[in-house]
């Protein structure tokens, strides 16, 4: 049987502070931070070259409608007219062959001149709100690498169970393997606003 095609969540969303809409080609500049080794310390893929930021945006940007396992929804985070950061949201498994995605992981970066006044929290907050109100989900995921405190420390704000702590599990660039913590929010442990 074909799956269900998902429709795209409404946006913009809007919180106190913050709007969280789709990434735009015009968002290059703002999302310069996926050029610094810092900030992609603990990501998944290198700090970019401008080659590879024109490519990542561009990747971004066409990340709006996810209905199949690893399509993605990627959102800017604006705070008064200016980016941010942004967070994703990645569908991932089906109950069956048949049904819609029941699991998603959700993700997030943010510029460091922008860090260390809650708007991760903020963004996070409400991404994991539509990812519940919208998607037929039952379970939300995080991985992280274990030296990533500040990441752990926003899944703990998130309301989220550190439920793995897999060693050894993540192939680094440089040949080595590094730990892998696997935090998750259930459906039922969501405090639905
Ligand atoms: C992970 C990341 C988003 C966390 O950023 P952050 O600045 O720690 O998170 P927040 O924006 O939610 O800010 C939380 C801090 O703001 C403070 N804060 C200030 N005002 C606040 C408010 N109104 N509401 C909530 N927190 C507030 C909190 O007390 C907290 O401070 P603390 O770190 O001293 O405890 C950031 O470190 C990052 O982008 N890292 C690089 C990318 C990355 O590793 N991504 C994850 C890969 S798994």
Same mark, same amino acid.
């Given at each position: 049987m074909t799956p269900p095609v998902l429709a795209p969540p409404a946006l913009p969303i809007r919180t106190e502070r913050l709007t969280l809409r789709h990434v735009s080609l015009d968002d290059l500049d703002a999302l310069r931070?996926?050029? !610094?080794p810092e900030v992609c310390r603990y990501l998944p893929f290198p700090a970019a070259d401008e080659e590879a930021l024109v490519k990542r945006v561009a990747t971004m940007a066409g990340r709006r409608a996810p209905s199949l396992p690893d399509e993605v929804l990627s959102l800017a985070v604006v705070h008064e007219d200016t980016l941010v950061g942004d967070v994703i949201l990645r569908l991932r498994t089906r109950a !069956?062959?048949?049904?819609?995605?029941s699991v998603a992981e959700i993700g997030w970066a943010f510029a460091p001149e922008h860090a260390g006044r809650g708007f991760a929290t903020e963004a996070a907050t409400a991404l994991v709100d539509v990812a519940f109100a919208h998607y037929p989900l039952h379970r939300l995921i995080a991985h992280l690498d274990p030296r990533n405190t500040r990441s752990a420390a926003l899944c703990e704000r998130l309301g989220?169970?550190?439920?793995a702590h897999l060693r050894r599990d993540w192939p680094e660039a440089d040949g080595t393997w590094t730990d892998d913590l696997v935090y998750g929010l259930l459906r039922e442990e969501w405090p639905a606003r």
């Amino acid at each position: 049987m074909t799956p269900p095609v998902l429709a795209p969540p409404a946006l913009p969303i809007r919180t106190e502070r913050l709007t969280l809409r789709h990434v735009s080609l015009d968002d290059l500049d703002a999302l310069r931070y996926y050029t !610094d080794p810092e900030v992609c310390r603990y990501l998944p893929f290198p700090a970019a070259d401008e080659e590879a930021l024109v490519k990542r945006v561009a990747t971004m940007a066409g990340r709006r409608a996810p209905s199949l396992p690893d399509e993605v929804l990627s959102l800017a985070v604006v705070h008064e007219d200016t980016l941010v950061g942004d967070v994703i949201l990645r569908l991932r498994t089906r109950a !069956d062959g048949a049904t819609a995605p029941s699991v998603a992981e959700i993700g997030w970066a943010f510029a460091p001149e922008h860090a260390g006044r809650g708007f991760a929290t903020e963004a996070a907050t409400a991404l994991v709100d539509v990812a519940f109100a919208h998607y037929p989900l039952h379970r939300l995921i995080a991985h992280l690498d274990p030296r990533n405190t500040r990441s752990a420390a926003l899944c703990e704000r998130l309301g989220m169970t550190l439920e793995a702590h897999l060693r050894r599990d993540w192939p680094e660039a440089d040949g080595t393997w590094t730990d892998d913590l696997v935090y998750g929010l259930l459906r039922e442990e969501w405090p639905a606003r």
